[in-house]
């Protein structure tokens, strides 16, 4: 537990800065854009692993050619480390925080986010100038329920078509429902944000409310569905709004409120609440659960759904995100 809760530790920065210094490379109206394509390396990651690790365990043959034993479990961690240390290299020589490191200035002329072209914050003005905005814990509340949601359907769906709808593992149902989630996942992220970008101007809160309106009228849905396949139909769709709005919260409505000098630390404050409110709902979901078997699994999402519209929709009006100066 000590070791798996160093890793999460350190994975914890992966995020934030990334986001930092995409701010410094996109304007507002690009930033949603490239959430969606976070997302959707985060999501190519998720697939990658899950076609890998059971390859490592059982052996494979490598482009036809060598042929690969079955491997110990430890090489679940050793090989994703590897990775991991070679991107990190790679990072290390070639990229740069910010367009002006490479020469290129005015990239974005006329943008007020970037006519100041320091992205070194002083601690004190950047806790007090994202703490004090209340549109950051606005977002924040909303990103809990979207967490809530989203770790609901990848955490529950293999146990609830096996236990509410006696599908095995290998059945190929099981298999496609398995690829389909982190796949619409992805296609649900780069969409939204493309739209949010040309559509809304870069505005977040528009889209994310509609989002959350699918969402809802999804799972009420679902919760009606009695075939198997209606039910795998239902957990794709969610997976597909659930990380949707994930990708519009976290990274690009952090960029829009920090900018270049604050974006790590306001994606640091909205993407702990993706967590938090992954942890409660889901030990809450335990215990639902335990008294009322599966008949309240889907509705028992809704009133995230219903609160994270409420909440994107008390914002809906604002053109920027961002904070007022303080004295």
């Known amino acids: 537990m000590l070791l ?18 995409n701010a410094s490379w996109f304007s507002q109206k690009e930033r949603g854009t490239f959430a969606g394509i976070f997302g ?12 890998l690790g059971p390859a490592l365990l059982a052996g494979f043959t490598f482009l036809g050619m060598w042929q690969v ?3 110990h479990w430890r090489w679940l961690f050793w090989i994703p480390a590897g990775v991991a240390s070679l991107v990190a290299s790679i990072l290390a020589l070639v ?14 002329p006329g943008e007020a986010d970037h006519a100041d072209t320091d992205v070194h914050g002083e601690i004190r003005t950047v806790f007090r100038q994202i703490v004090t905005n209340r549109v950051v814990w606005i977002i924040a509340a909303a990103y809990a329920c979207t967490g809530a949601v989203r770790q609901t359907i990848d955490q529950w769906f293999p146990r609830y078509l096996q236990e509410a709808h006696q599908l095995s593992m290998s059945d190929p149902l099981f298999q496609w429902t398995g690829f ?7 296609t649900g992220s780069l969409l939204s944000g493309i739209i949010s970008d040309r559509l ?11 989002i959350y309106g699918i969402e809802v009228a999804v799972i009420l849905a679902a919760a009606q569905a009695q075939s198997t396949l209606a039910i795998v139909i239902s957990f794709v769709a969610i997976s597909f709004t659930a990380n949707s709005t994930h990708s519009l919260l976290g990274p ?31 030990k809450i979901l335990g215990w639902v659960l335990d008294h009322t078997g599966y008949t309240c699994f889907f509705y028992y999402m809704v009133p995230f759904g219903v609160l994270g519209f409420a909440l994107m929709y008390s914002i809906i009006h604002r053109t920027s995100l961002r904070n007022e100066p303080l004295p």
């Open 252 to 282: 690009a409505a952090a960029m829009d409120i920090g900018g270049r000098k604050m974006a790590a630390f306001a994606s640091g404050c909205i993407d702990s609440f993706q967590y938090l409110g992954a942890a409660l709902a889901i």
């Open 95 to 108: 990229v740069k925080d910010t367009p002006e490191e490479c020469g290129f200035h005015e990239v974005h």
């Open 200 to 210: 809304f101007a870069g505005r977040r809160a528009p889209v994310a409310a509609g």
């Open 180 to 186: 389909l989630i982190p796949f619409v996942a992805s």
């Open 69 to 71: 034993p079955p491997l």
């Open 40 to 51: 959707f390396m985060i999501n190519l990651g998720r697939l990658g692993i899950f076609k």
């Open 4 to 21: 798996r809760g160093i890793d999460g530790y350190s994975q914890a920065f992966g995020a934030p800065g990334f986001i930092k210094i």
